[in-house]
């Protein structure tokens, strides 16, 4: 039995470590001997980071592996985008959990957790093999159950600096990539990294935009926008709470980058992060700290509107709108025909490509419609009722900045294909769930956001009481 124990009960994280292995296991069997081989091999190098990394670290490389290898415009297997190295890492992650002997209490969130887990499991096997693209909708199950649902649960059951560490990560990555963005748009209106990808047979992102959009290690101007907006409300909401300003510089970066995508849904999505923070802190931080979050939120805004000038009445713009009201049409079309089980797990993209059209090689644009069409309209529901039910926990246990990044990430879900269209990325909402659910109590073996190893200060413990 396992020894280590928070609270008066206490049961084995075993059952994570090996749903883990056993997703994993599910997509490896979906491909083709030679890529298993390739995979098995990671996973043996892998495993020699599970003895050589500090557990508390492993979440945060997981994150810049994947904001850091541009793995989408590269020349792998497609099972690669599965099976990734973030995924891998999140997997040996839980197994770390299990070998160091770590517990969760056995509380009804915890049952209630799980079952959940469980539950989406189930219902994503039976729509996979429902649909007609078995082989698409394994791979897309195994990357969802573990990037997602499994990394939410293991995070909600670490202890120690994980949390910290990944906040912080994030707004490193976050600001980073976003100087990054702001000198590919400005001064190179090239991006050597994709270049340098499609030197090697990978892909680069075709400009097709009226101005010229960021793309950096990330891709698609979306997927930037979605990684920026989360990362700059993230360091906001650490930087308004501690008073760090090395956090505050780090969200005014991001949100520089954020802007060099010319991004309108996330930009929107930000506004509605920031104001969640000041109506989370208003009267528990001094004054000055919300004054100077109203003064972000306004210079953000008027640097987004600047960039949006340049798009905004352009033909591409246009179509752009236009291109998004006749595929919403056409996903609730695909919903009311198959509105049960859907199309099949991760195959909507697929599903209307074969279906034809002058829109067939585009996606739907739309996270959540993209749920409902591949998996029905009881998996929307149950996804809803997931996220939703995090974002009111995260508001009552005054987990600020998790709340807020992750109502950040639910609007930006609805504005693009962040669900299907990039697997390994699929960690970011895991990761924001489980921080959105860290349990309200006090551990002394825990470390505070705001704790010396981050900005110097002494705060409570992030699992707050």
Not at 166 to 186: N, P
Not at 230 to 242: D, F, K, Q, S
């Amino acid at each position: 039995m396992l020894a280590a124990e928070v609270g008066r009960r206490a049961y084995p994280t075993r059952p994570l470590a090996a749903a883990a292995l056993g997703a994993t296991a599910l997509g490896l069997s979906a491909s083709v001997a030679p890529v298993a081989v390739v995979a098995l091999a990671l996973l043996a190098l892998g495993a020699t980071a599970v003895w050589l990394l500090p557990r508390w670290s492993m979440p945060s490389v997981a994150l810049a592996v994947y904001a850091l290898i541009p793995l989408n415009n590269l020349p792998v297997p497609d099972t690669a985008t599965t099976v990734s190295p973030s995924l891998l890492l999140a997997v040996f992650w839980m197994v770390r959990l299990w070998r160091d002997d770590t517990t969760v209490r056995r509380d009804q969130e915890s049952r209630l957790l799980l079952g959940a887990i469980a539950a989406t499991l189930g219902l994503l096997l039976v729509t996979s093999l429902n649909g007609a693209y078995l082989k698409t909708g394994l791979g897309w199950t195994l990357a969802f159950v573990v990037n997602a649902l499994l990394t939410a649960t293991a995070l909600r059951v670490e202890i120690g600096r994980a949390r910290t560490a990944l906040v912080a990560t994030w707004t490193v990555l976050a600001g980073s990539l976003g100087i990054y963005a702001v000198v590919e748009v400005l001064v190179l209106k090239a991006n050597p990294v994709l270049q340098a990808a499609e030197s090697v047979g990978g892909d680069n992102i075709e400009q097709i935009w009226a101005v010229y959009r960021a793309t950096t290690t990330l891709g698609h101007p979306l997927e930037n926008a979605a990684f920026f907006a989360i990362g700059a409300t993230l360091a906001l909401a650490t930087a308004v709470r501690t008073g760090s300003r090395g956090y505050g510089l780090g969200s005014v970066c991001a949100i520089a980058g954020l802007a060099a995508t010319g991004s309108r849904g996330p930009t929107a999505a930000l506004l509605v992060g920031v104001v969640w923070v000041m109506l989370a802190q208003a009267g528990r931080v001094p004054r000055a700290r919300i004054a100077a979050l109203a003064v972000v939120l306004i210079l953000s805004a008027g640097a987004a509107l600047v960039v949006q000038l340049g798009r905004s009445g352009s033909a591409e713009a246009d179509s752009s709108s236009q291109y998004r009201a006749v595929t919403a049409q056409q996903g609730i079309d695909t919903v009311r025909e198959s509105p049960w089980l859907g199309v099949g797990a991760g195959a909507s993209s697929v599903a209307k490509e074969e279906g034809g059209g002058s829109l067939a090689m585009l996606s739907y644009e739309n996270g959540w419609l993209e749920a409902a069409v591949s998996n029905g309209v009881p998996f929307l529901v149950l996804l809803l009722g997931f996220f939703v039910a995090a974002l009111v926990t995260a508001w009552r246990r005054r987990h600020v900045e998790a709340g807020a990044a992750l109502a950040v990430a639910m609007i930006v879900m609805g504005n693009s294909n962040v669900l299907e269209g990039n697997r390994q990325g699929l960690i970011r909402f895991g990761f924001l769930l489980g921080l959105a659910l860290t349990p309200a109590v006090r551990d002394r073996r825990t470390t505070s956001v705001s704790g010396s190893s981050v900005s110097g200060s002494s705060g409570t413990s992030y699992i707050r009481e």
